[in-house]
């Protein structure tokens, strides 16, 4: 088996809820982590419906309906659930396999525009390995999509990587890389804070727009001209590549199972990710299920994960 990998499927030891706004909506989201069974995967559980019936929504690239300015799964029209990539980061930088996700709102709450909380959170109940195998999605052969300028691929590997260049003609940017070989110790420590970014004179156009009411200084870092506006500064020197990372991290967690393979990006997004999993998955050769030996499951959360202990306490059930 590939190095780096935990070899049974997990889930949260107990419920845990977390209140924020959405970032786009600006209004009041409740949303809560459940404990789920093997081979349940990541569903989403919308409530608060004018129809006053529950939809499930599983967390999979197929029931991807935008990749605009978030991405979003189901339909818009009827139950969607938008801006999930940084919850849908921590749960496959964690390693956490089965989880339902209940929320009332049409959009997961942005938090401090990383996905620090949601880290924090399940911190606080811990994750338990159940005693079925870990599936991977192992990568067979080279698949590469592009987007103008803009690139992505998918390599063998053993392991799971990700490697992601941005380049921006902005001073305070420009070009920057990183790559790293993903365990939830890596995750926590690395990349979950890294917060989302844009620029002012983006912003100004997308609030007519209905778009970006929920948008502060609270919840990302903001650019104007060749300055960042957040008065603390930076997280990392380089928080812009790392929130990229991030985002692609979450997006490709929508594969429905880990990666066995390497993700390059350069100057990627929500669409370039969701075109490499289009892509992969057009063409049956190109990857293949490997399970992991099963071991027994843990009979009390694991907290030795590499989940920092939480600055704050989200609402355990």
């Known amino acids: 088996m590939a190095r780096n990998t935990l070899t049974s499927q997990a889930t949260i ?106 880290v924090e959170a399940i911190g606080q109940v811990g994750v338990v390995r159940q005693a079925a195998r870990r599936r991977f999605i192992k990568i067979l052969k080279p698949i590469r999509v592009e987007n103008g300028t803009a690139w992505a691929e998918l390599k063998p590997y053993e392991g799971s990587r990700y490697e992601v260049t941005i380049d921006f003609t902005n001073p305070v940017i420009g070009r920057q890389s990183i790559g790293v070989d993903l365990t939830p110790d890596v995750f926590a420590r690395q990349i979950a804070r890294a917060r989302t970014f844009g620029f002012v004179q983006d912003l100004e156009k997308l609030l007519p727009m209905g778009l970006c009411r929920g948008s502060s200084l609270e919840n990302s870092v903001a650019i104007k ?22 985002d692609a991290i979450g997006d490709l967690a929508l594969a429905g199972a880990p990666f066995l393979g390497l993700y390059r990006s350069f100057k990627g997004g929500h669409r370039l990710n969701f075109m490499t999993l289009e892509a992969l998955f057009a063409d ?34």
């Open 225 to 246: 001209d060749e300055r960042i506006l957040n008065p603390e500064g930076l997280r990392y020197t380089d928080e812009f590549v790392r929130h990229k990372l991030l």
């Open 13 to 118: 030891a107990d419920t845990v809820r977390i209140v924020g706004i959405g970032v786009h909506s600006g209004e009041r989201v409740s949303l809560s982590l459940h404990p789920a069974d093997p081979d349940t995967g990541v569903v989403f559980l919308r409530t608060g419906l004018a129809s006053g019936r529950d939809v499930e929504i599983p967390a999979v690239w197929k029931n991807v309906s935008a990749t605009d300015l978030c991405t979003m799964v189901g339909d818009p029209r009827a139950a969607s659930v938008a801006t999930i990539e940084h919850l849908m980061a921590a749960l496959r930088g964690l390693a956490i396999d089965n989880v339902v996700v209940e929320i009332d709102g049409a959009e997961v709450p942005v938090m401090d525009g990383s996905s620090e909380a949601f």
């Open 284 to 317: 049956p050769t190109a990857w293949t299920w490997v399970e992991a030996p099963v071991r027994a499951a843990s009979p009390a959360a694991e907290l030795g994960t590499g989940v920092p202990a939480p600055a704050f306490r989200a609402e355990v059930a």
